[in-house]
């Protein structure tokens, strides 16, 4: 057996008890069943989630994860069909935009360089190593997948399952992070708990400027704002202290809906907050594979290139919004 093969099963069986929230497990296995027989038989599906888990994180047999994995690899080709299937509403004509949902990181925002988070929490602490020495450990960081980013490849099975999980769970995303400062290997131990609020300080985000200038066009003209983000943490103190919420009414987080992106509920959730219904609303983001989930919903979407930069990045968010005419200034 392979840890690969131990840490796929331990996140088929996290997809399956978190991916959409429970509602969607629920939808999975006994849908429309509201009656009491139904909800019991959905506590013993979390129970026995919970259970195969505790299996995979103690030392399976190969017999084990191929059971585990047979069983949720169903359930995550279902989600996976039903985050992907055509849209239930598609519009028939110009559909008035009311609502623009916006990803965070890559959309709104950017986080901070390496460099620029190792020094700031270092300078944070009182400490002032060489500059040759500060760059050598900032390759280290980024070997190790920090400040954010992607995700390591040398994670154990259980590490590698917390990563998938540290959006929908404060806790793993702390305790993933916290490993990954371990695995670096930074020779400042007293200076793990600055790193780690400094990735979620509005010190280590840097917000596009053009997309400011696209929200204040959007709020003006009466569209309402809301930040979809799969995050493990509470973005709001950031969108504050970087004055966003003058114009962003709300900010939907998976970790606090118990849903990520591309599942359903997390759209859902922003769309019945916003009191709009999803074919008047617009979702903007740099993922296509999470950023889409809403477009089964009748949620229409635009993908952000990497190239441009600046406000031709965004015109085609305006342009759907607002109309051609609108987004040239005219």
């Not at 780690?196 to 929200?215: C, H, L, N, T, V």
């Not at 290139?305 to 965004?314: C, L, Y």
Request: glycine share 8%.
């Amino acid at each position: 057996m392979t840890v690969a093969s131990q840490a796929e099963a331990m996140i088929l069986v996290d997809r399956a008890r978190s991916d959409a929230g429970h509602a969607l497990l629920h939808s999975l296995f006994h849908a429309n069943e509201a009656d009491a027989a139904g909800r019991q038989r959905l506590d013993a599906e979390r129970e026995a989630a919970a259970a195969d888990m505790a299996v995979l994180e103690r030392s399976p047999t190969e017999a084990d994860v191929a059971r585990v994995a047979a069983r949720y690899a169903y359930v995550h080709a279902q989600a996976a069909r039903e985050v992907t299937t055509e849209p239930i509403s598609a519009p028939a004509g110009p559909v008035p935009t009311q609502a623009v949902l916006l990803d965070w990181a890559g959309t709104v925002a950017h986080l901070e360089s390496t460099e620029e988070w190792l020094s700031g929490a270092l300078e944070e602490a009182g400490i002032s190593p060489p500059v040759h020495e500060r760059r050598a450990w900032v390759r280290r960081a980024e070997a190790a997948g920090l400040p954010g980013g992607r995700r390591p490849a040398d994670l154990s099975a259980h590490d590698l399952a917390a990563w998938w999980r540290r959006d929908l769970d404060p806790k793993a995303h702390q305790g993933v992070y916290y490993r990954l400062l371990d695995e670096a290997g930074l020779p400042w131990p007293d200076v793990a708990g600055a790193l780690y609020r400094r990735s979620m300080s509005a010190d280590g985000w840097q917000i596009d400027p053009a997309a400011r200038r696209a929200m204040v066009r959007l709020h003006g003209a009466g569209v309402r704002l809301t930040v979809v983000s799969n995050i493990g943490w509470d973005l709001r103190p950031v969108l504050h202290r970087h004055d966003l919420l003058r114009w962003i009414s709300d900010c939907v987080m998976s970790y606090d809906v118990a849903a990520r992106k591309p599942g359903r509920v997390i759209f859902t959730t922003a769309c019945e907050r916003l009191g709009v219904e999803p074919r008047h609303a617009l979702m903007v983001g740099d993922n296509p594979e999470a950023d889409r989930g809403g477009e089964a919903l009748g949620i229409r979407t635009v993908i952000l290139p990497s190239t441009p930069s600046g406000d031709d990045r965004w015109q085609p968010v305006l342009a759907t919004a607002l109309g051609p005419n609108a987004a040239a200034g005219r």
